[in-house]
């Protein structure tokens, strides 16, 4: 980032658009100063004499004269005498503050060009502009956040069920990072006496025991394995599920996509192949976010739309968390279905027997005895609850409790984890196989390092750069 942390850095930190509240922040040194040439409080008191952390009802306005701290003018445009608004504003002293900075918070009404004209002039009274991130990038600076929390602060934005909700909110209390820090603690400790030992391999001094190395190594490996194995349910949390509808035309998955959205999304006709492109539309699933993904049916075809549709099925297909095949259950298998049910053996999928409310439905095939098989009706809706419910269970494990269970969501944990699995696997290899402490230490250092990144206590400026660039400007 341009800068650094002596800047006083200003964004709008509310959304783009109009609201009844908007709010400009300021964090860095001279927040107080910079603010003051916006701020009056109604009180008649300077913003500078104010109490952290207390309310004030002030008049934000464009400074009538006077120079800019650049040595500029104020443009005033059409505002004379240059009243703009009313705003409550609040300072909070470093470090009781997101940033551990001295912040002021200035809350007007949420007006695109309020907001603008306050910002503008805070940049023109000294700040500068906040780039993507800034904000939460110094609290982690300032050591008010780890970078475990920090994104957690994106998660819990970007959260779209309550599930992922409360996945982000355990990480921003910490309690990832603490599991995290307990384990490489240990492994600090491990590391200490080894090296140790190499240093002082003449001197009649006791050192860590063979079994009690091995003891809390293969300790420290069971915690990252149990968090590593959480990484592909904590991933469906935070991002929502994909779940894609296959089966041959006409057997009835648009008409299952509308029955699950509870609305006429797809349309449905009696010609088959009428679903040439993929539909996407998600619902909440007991606090969890699915997208439902129709696809075009599966069968050989001259026409060269239907082909790029059936591409594009066999494309989400292979991207999909789990897949629902749906079935025609009044009639035998075909020769399509069985190709289909042998293509998604090996993956997580159901099966579902459509049209089940009509009488003339036939016997399930003996081949269905190895699949999780439903019988579902898209036109009365019979058994689209428990094909709900069964999803759920599939999709996360039912002893699993979003608001007690620490979880992996992010894809950079996950591979921090699994590297300093490898390390910790080398390491107790090498231990019990009695070698010498200098390859032991190698190995437990990259362990400990790997789960440094994620809280941070190991880091880079790429890493950062990478992580809080997604963030948007104001926060």
């Known amino acids: 980032m341009q800068g650094g942390l002596d800047d006083t850095i200003c964004a709008i930190a509310t959304p783009i658009g109009e609201g009844g509240i908007g709010i400009v922040r300021l964090s860095g040194p001279h927040s107080l100063a910079v603010a003051s040439y916006v701020v009056r409080l109604r009180s008649g008191y300077p913003l500078s004499s104010v109490d952290s952390h207390t309310l004030h009802l002030a008049d934000l306005v464009i400074p009538p004269s006077g120079k800019r701290k650049d040595g500029g003018a104020f443009q005033q445009g059409l505002f004379q005498p240059n009243l703009l608004d009313e705003a409550l504003v609040v300072y909070m002293k470093a470090p009781r503050s997101f940033t551990a900075e001295d912040v002021v918070e200035i809350q007007s009404h949420g007006g695109a060009l309020v907001l603008g004209m306050v910002c ?60 995290i820090e307990q384990s490489r603690a240990s492994l600090l400790t491990v590391l200490a006496h080894v090296e140790a030992g190499i240093d002082f391999v003449g001197e009649d001094i006791s050192f860590l025991q063979r079994d009690e190395l091995i ?208 390390s910790l696997g080398q390491a107790l290899e090498s231990v019990q196989c009695g070698m010498a402490g200098e390859l032991v230490s190698i190995d437990v250092r990259a362990a400990a390092d790997a789960l440094g990144e994620i809280t941070g206590a190991i880091t880079t400026d790429e890493i950062l750069g990478r992580i809080f660039s997604e963030f948007c400007i104001g926060k």
């Not at 000294?126 to 904000?135: I, L, Q, Y």
């Not at 970078?147 to 409360?166: C, F, K, W």
């Open 215 to 422: 003891r809390i190594v293969t300790e420290a490996c069971g915690v990252v394995q149990k968090l590593e194995a959480t990484a592909q349910e904590g991933r469906i949390l935070r991002e929502g599920a994909r779940i894609v509808i296959l089966g041959r035309p006409n057997v009835g998955k648009s008409s299952l996509l509308n029955c699950f959205l509870k609305e006429e999304r797809a349309i449905v006709t009696a010609i088959a192949g009428t679903t040439r492109d993929v539909i996407e539309e998600s619902i909440d699933l007991d606090g969890m976010m699915i997208r439902l993904i129709d696809t075009a049916g599966m069968r050989d075809t001259d026409d060269v739309v239907e082909q790029e549709g059936i591409k594009r099925a066999r494309v989400a297909q292979g991207e999909a968390d789990l897949l629902l095949v749906v079935l025609d259950g009044t009639m035998p298998l075909t020769i399509d279905d069985r190709a289909l049910l042998s293509a998604v053996r090996d993956r997580k999928h159901m099966v579902l027997l459509n049209k089940a409310d009509l009488a003339d439905t036939v016997p399930r095939d003996f081949v269905l005895a190895d699949y999780p098989t439903y019988a579902v009706s898209a036109k009365t809706g019979l058994g689209i609850e428990a094909v709900k419910a069964a999803l759920r269970t599939q999709l996360v494990s039912g002893c699993f409790d979003a608001a007690a269970s620490v979880m992996v969501t992010n894809v950079r944990h996950r591979d921090a984890l699994r590297r300093a699995g490898e």
């Open 120 to 179: 503008r002039v805070c940049i023109e009274s000294g700040a500068r502009m906040a780039e993507p991130g800034e904000f939460t990038k110094r609290a982690f600076l300032n050591g008010r956040l780890d970078l475990s929390q920090a994104e957690a602060v994106l998660d819990t934005i970007r959260a779209t069920s309550s599930a992922g909700l409360l996945v982000a909110q355990r990480q921003l209390r910490g309690d990832l990072a603490r599991e």
